[in-house]
């Protein structure tokens, strides 16, 4: 089925656009938002997503599924988290990876977002709202929001973000229509997944800990590995201590 595309000079945020659409049935197709600012860009959790007007991709996707059980929803950030690191890495020819749950980073540097906000029928996903983040263009960053970068940042060439985004979306559907590419979306996600296998110290639900993490299960569950002792973590759980120092929340 062939990609809607909806192009907004402003908006409050393309998730709550899309929300707006679906809620008065104004969008039944695969569909594309791109926005070139938001006035109340969001992410994840209570988090906020800053962008200068016209510089970066500002998008959300609306896709409806089938067949897949609500309990295994996490398979949709791994198809989207995947295809923005493959993409980036064909770009920028750098390692990238995903950091959980829903941050692309090149070295420990973030250069993009998600933020997927799922819809449930019964006992199954029937779409999703995939919000995407992603600095294009972008030389110069707030003192609050931490560790940024972009694409120009990394290698100084200037890219259109509208093109970027029809093409990231395109990719997305070409392997949300095949389900035999579902696993292989997960298996590439753990593959890249940021700090795995590094022994690293964690603030667990307000205990401090030394931990590795391992992987995340099919519930978007992150799993920590202390000593002999596995722990399966929510989204604000655990926060990552890097110097010891209370920095950077996963």
Known sequence: MDLKVIHLSSIDSTNNYAARLLSENQIMDP??????????????????????????????????????????????????????????????KMEIKIKWPNDIYVYHLKIAGLLIENYITGNELSSSIIGIGLNVNQEDFPDEVPNPTSMFLLDHQIRNPFEIGVSIANHIIEIHSNRDRYDQAREKYLLRLYQKGVKANYLLKGKKIQGMITGVDPFGQLILQEGVQEHRCGYKEVVYLPNNKLESEL
């Open 31 to 92: 569909t594309l938002i791109v926005a070139d600012y938001q006035e109340q860009g969001r992410g994840y959790g209570s988090n906020h997503w800053f962008s200068s007007p016209g510089q970066n991709l500002l998008a959300s996707l609306y896709l409806i599924h089938s067949q897949i059980p609500a309990n295994e929803q996490f398979i949709i950030n791994c198809m989207v988290s995947s295809v923005m690191a493959e993409f980036l890495e064909n770009e920028l």
